[in-house]
Nanobody, 126 residues
Framework: VQLQASGGGLVQAGGSLRLSCAAS????????MGWFRQAPGKEREFVARISAVIGTTYYADSVKGRFTISRDNAKGTAYLQMNVLKPEDTAVYFC????????????????????WGQGTLVTVSS
């Protein structure tokens, strides 16, 4: 599976952006999709995950209520709608996919994700 993230850019605090993650090579319908981000000088951190079939979602506390992850299996694309953006949301955002079943404890751990996109930069100005 090849993943291509897009949609990043510069936005003012309080604004919105929608990131896309387009998959190619294989259908993503059997893969759970996740978003991670990495701010300058910081470790990569989990943002959100959506399950493969039912579409159950799971979020980091820092984005809960502001971000929404979704997917369109027919288009082979996952999305991250980001609202009420804050300067601390500034980071490179990566999409990722995994196929194996994970526990909720494992969802936020990047080592369990098999495929990664190249990242898209989101900059939120104050």
């Amino acid at each position: 599976v090849q993943l291509q993230a897009s949609g990043g850019g510069l936005v003012q605090a309080g604004g919105s952006l929608r990131l896309s993650c387009a998959a190619s090579g294989r259908t993503i319908s059997s893969y759970a999709m996740g978003w991670f981000r990495q701010a300058p000088g910081k470790e990569r951190e989990f943002v959100a995950r959506i399950s493969a079939v039912i579409g159950t979602t799971y979020y980091a506390d820092s984005v809960k209520g502001r971000f929404t992850i979704s997917r369109d299996n027919a288009k082979g694309t996952a999305y991250l709608q980001m609202n009420v953006l804050k300067p601390e949301d500034t980071a490179v955002y990566f999409c990722a996919a995994h196929r194996r079943a994970l526990t909720a404890t494992e969802y936020p751990q990047s080592r369990f994700y098999d495929y990664w996109g190249q990242g898209t930069l989101v900059t939120v100005s104050s």
